[in-house]
């Protein structure tokens, strides 16, 4: 921590300041011979931090490295060795931490000073980090780009030993006006903005709270410091008294000690009033450095500290936007266009900052402006709705915003929250989860190569419209999470983190390593803290300043690797802790995973790895990565190789189960889609596309093709959505079927924005309105019967030949047949409880597209004592080819 940020810390955390100063205050006040100044967190006093910080986990009950291992009855040395050393390396990391921040809170809230930020003392203070330079400066439109005029040089006050550099940008004073009188008065820009100066001057205000705090005669040695020194002076030397240093350490060796003298002269007063004597006493411990020590009068201290101090007459001094504007007009204006400017070793440098928080692209995208973003108060947004509470089941609406609308363009946070929105609310998912929002250079990348973590895409619209969007999402019920890209960043140097300050390890690895092996993008040092810093403030700032409710990180695997994940796997734990494991990108996601949810108790944290890392949803304090969730990718993978390359007649049922199910142990941890955006963007087909192609209504063969397509799309989606862990997740427009995949603009289709949008006339009729129908009543269905959040499926009947798939969830029983041909009139299925069950949904009805081959008296089932896949009863139902069925137990027949 920096002498800047000592100091800045005090504003930052004003009750723990308070409480420190409250449990060091005591009655002996202290004045030293030698004073000792503090200029760098390494000089910090003892006494500031008079204990150990505890970590993070050693502070929980029960903290075991290998805790999940032994829940598990798992045994494997090497990885249980690695877990060990893995914790003992976090408390160092939190020890190195504390050595630099105040604590956690601390040190992920870095944007509260770096940056650009408006300081209430008419001015606007500018930090960023960049060790390797030599010289930094803002250039924009509101100084002619000039590098000279607002600058910060190494070896001044504007860069510490970090390599944090502070630049401030004062406001200038308009022509006429005249300087405050106070050094530190203050303007209000949120509360009362249009606050005037209220007229009092500042000597009517100090006397006024001088009237009413001191009481008759309290103030006098307050106003008059000197007058008891002098009088001791004069009474103890005379009127002419020793007039220099030599003169007074000559008369000195020959006086009493200064204890003696004052007693001597307290004796003398003893009957004078109360108020003519100052409410101390001197005190000698026979130690040299005591001698000038004093000790305040106990009873004089308890009536000065039941006093209130007379804040109300301070905040009287603050002026509101009102009277700054008139005074002074601002160093940098809202909507400015800034860069920093950077000399280096290599020669001079212009970046976009790392912390800004709105940043503009050219057409081209190989240049940016970042935008100084500070509307008048009267224009910023005013949040209306707090969070939605956290459901036990997820249902997440995933989406990109720019492909948000039907035109051939992009679209905007608006036009997403004005349109989409409230179909997501009358689809009945309870999240969205947005892919693309924070800035990236190429629009066609889909975000993923991220160039400004802090800011959100300016292609949307503003970060006023997308609080607007959050806000409103939250109005509506719904949870906001993004998509969040930690795993790796944009190579672009212009425009992104690469070479920041003229090197090559400042937020990256340099070498091989510093490089994604095939992506062409950089990779994190995540053991560097003040990368970690950044990371971790970066997580933060989205829940603090845009109320974002959870994430989920992306492409784990691309971090957690030497080889960013591009290795084949075969479930050995040796493979989770060789010498290609990043240990220092584990501790980076035990660490954001820890802060998130101390900071943030309904936070909802996703883990996207394809590896599958063990321990991945475990709590920290037992070994684990401490995740809400982890995705099944390998589902999604397994539909889209059965519909596109293997028969309907070969589909395998145990593959599917043992797909769907995945790690049983982590069952109710995954989050389960049939497919989601990289289906339909990443150089693939939506499964729409897929199974429907260019079929045409009244062509040969249409009919059948799309009854097997609109079939398989709700079976799919059905068994999908019922037999996993606690959440589901899709990706918008897949509810109804898109026909269409995603691409972005781009050289290779000459630009075209022909597939970078959602087809949402699609929903008024056909196949797609049926399908909708059928994906809106799918998650009434969780509503109503809370699937979901229930406890795991008990698979019971697999059969290959057949191609049936039966399973219980709590009271209910599903029932699939995947056969592309056959139909079955009384298929016999297993289950363990007697009585009536009632099918609640049935795939094949007529509003969903379906033939309706079901009769309304074959509805209602009731059970055969006829003992059947191992359970003691069975219901004999009928099975039409390529549907599913829901039953219920709706009463119980004891037998």
Request: proline share 5%; with cysteine.
């Amino acid at each position: 921590m920096t002498s800047l940020s000592l100091l800045t810390n005090v504003s930052l955390y004003p009750n723990n300041f308070i409480q420190f100063q409250s449990q060091h205050r005591q009655q002996r006040l202290t004045f030293p011979r030698k004073i000792k100044i503090i200029c760098s967190a390494t000089e910090q006093p003892s006494q500031q931090h008079p204990q150990k910080k505890k970590n993070v986990a050693e502070s929980k009950k029960g903290v075991d490295p290998v805790g999940f291992l032994t829940k598990l009855g798992i045994s494997h040395k090497a990885f249980a060795h690695f877990l060990r050393e893995r914790h003992k390396a976090l408390k160092d990391l939190q020890d190195e931490i504390f050595n630099r921040h105040v604590n956690l809170r601390d040190m992920s809230s870095g944007f509260e000073i770096l940056g650009m930020h408006r300081h209430v003392e008419h001015r606007v203070d500018y930090m960023d980090w960049a060790p390797g330079a030599r010289y930094c400066a803002l250039v924009g439109d509101f100084n002619g780009w000039s590098p000279q005029e607002n600058c910060a040089r190494e070896g001044h006050f504007g860069h510490d030993d970090y390599g944090y550099w502070f630049v401030i940008l004062e406001d200038k004073l308009r022509e006429g006006e005249k300087p405050d009188e106070l050094y530190f008065q203050q303007y209000n820009y949120v509360d009362d903005y249009d606050k005037g100066d209220s007229g009092v001057t500042i000597e009517e205000i100090f006397k006024k709270a001088n009237d009413e705090y001191w009481e008759p005669g309290e103030d006098r040695f307050v106003k008059n410091r000197f007058e008891v020194p002098a009088k001791l002076y004069e009474q103890i030397f005379g009127p002419n008294g020793p007039q220099s240093l030599e003169d007074l350490e000559e008369m000195m060796g020959q006086m009493p000690d200064p204890e003696t003298r004052y007693k001597a002269w307290k004796e003398q007063h003893k009957n004078d009033p109360p108020s003519n004597l100052p409410p101390l006493d001197v005190i000698d411990n026979e130690k040299e450095y005591d001698i000038f020590n004093v000790i305040s009068s106990p009873e004089w201290l308890k009536k000065i500290r039941s006093k209130k101090p007379p804040l109300a007459y301070w905040i009287e001094t603050r002026k509101g936007r009102k009277a700054w504007m008139k005074k002074y007009s601002p160093g940098i204006p809202h909507g400015s266009k800034y860069r920093v400017y950077f000399n280096t070793p290599s020669g001079p440098l212009e970046r976009v900052p790392a912390w800004a928080t709105y940043v503009q692209p050219d057409s081209d995208g190989k240049q940016a402006f970042a935008i100084h973003w500070e509307p008048p108060p009267e224009s910023a947004y005013k949040w209306k709705y707090t969070h939605p509470k956290k459901p036990k089941s997820l249902r997440i609406y995933e989406s990109h915003v720019g492909i948000c609308g039907s035109e051939p363009k992009i679209s905007s946070f608006n036009d997403f929250t004005e349109k989409v929105l409230p179909h997501v609310k009358e689809a009945g998912y309870n999240a969205i989860q947005l892919i693309g929002v924070v800035e990236h250079k190429d629009y066609f990348t889909v975000g993923y190569r991220v160039t400004n973590f802090f800011a959100v895409s300016s292609r949307y619209g503003t970060p006023d419209d997308f609080k607007r969007l959050v806000d409103e999402a939250h109005g509506l019920g719904l949870l906001v999470f993004l998509d969040i890209v930690h795993s790796y960043s944009a190579a672009d140097e212009m425009v992104g983190l690469s070479l920041f300050d003229g090197s090559n390890d400042c937020y990256f690895h340099t070498g091989k390593r510093g490089h994604h092996k095939y992506w062409g993008t950089r990779m994190f040092k995540y053991g560097d803290l003040d990368v970690l810093h950044f990371l971790l403030s970066n997580l933060n700032w989205w829940v603090v300043e845009y109320q974002i409710d959870g994430f989920q990180f992306h492409s784990l695997s691309s971090m957690m690797y030497t080889h960013n994940g591009f290795a084949s796997f075969t479930g050995d734990l040796e493979e989770y802790c060789n010498q290609y494991v990043d240990k220092d990108a584990l501790l980076y996601l035990i660490l954001a995973n820890e802060i998130l949810h101390a900071l943030h108790p309904n936070i909802v944290t996703i883990a996207e790895d394809a590896t599958f890392y063990p321990g991945l949803c475990e709590p920290t304090s037992q070994g684990g990565l401490g995740f809400d969730y982890y995705v099944n990718l390998s589902v999604s993978e397994m539909w889209s190789s059965f519909l596109e390359d293997v028969p309907d007649h070969e589909w395998s049922m145990s593959k599917i189960i043992s797909t769907l199910m995945g790690n049983k142990q982590y069952a109710e941890k995954m989050l389960m889609y049939a497919e989601n955006h990289n289906q339909s963007i990443s150089g693939g087909r939506s499964f729409a596309e897929i199974l429907f192609g260019e079929i045409r209504e009244h062509s040969p063969g249409s009919k059948e093709s799309l009854l097997r397509g609109c079939s398989l799309h709700k079976m799919i989606r059905l068994i999908t959505f019922t037999i996993g862990g606690h959440a589901y997740l899709n990706f918008m427009g897949n509810e109804f079927g898109h026909p269409k995949r995603v691409e972005f603009p781009m050289p290779s289709n000459n630009f075209s924005f022909q597939l970078a949008n959602r087809r949402w006339d699609l929903l008024a009729s056909g196949v797609h309105r049926d399908l909708f129908s059928f994906d809106k009543d799918l998650m009434k269905f969780d509503e109503n019967e809370r699937i979901l959040s229930r406890g795991l499926s008990n698979v019971h009947h697999v059969n290959d030949t057949n191609m049936v798939i039966s399973y219980m969830r709590g009271p209910l029983l599903f029932i699939f047949n995947f056969h592309p041909t056959d139909s079955y009139e009384r298929y016999s299925v297993g289950v363990e409880e007697a009585g009536e069950y009632q099918v609640i949904l049935n795939t094949d009805e007529i509003k969903y597209g379906g033939l309706g081959r079901m009769k309304d008296n074959q509805y209602l089932r009731r059970t055969i004592s006829k003992r059947v896949d191992g359970l003691r009863n069975c219901l004999e139902v009928p099975l039409p080819n390529r549907t599913a069925q829901v039953y219920k137990l709706n009463r119980i027949l004891r037998i």
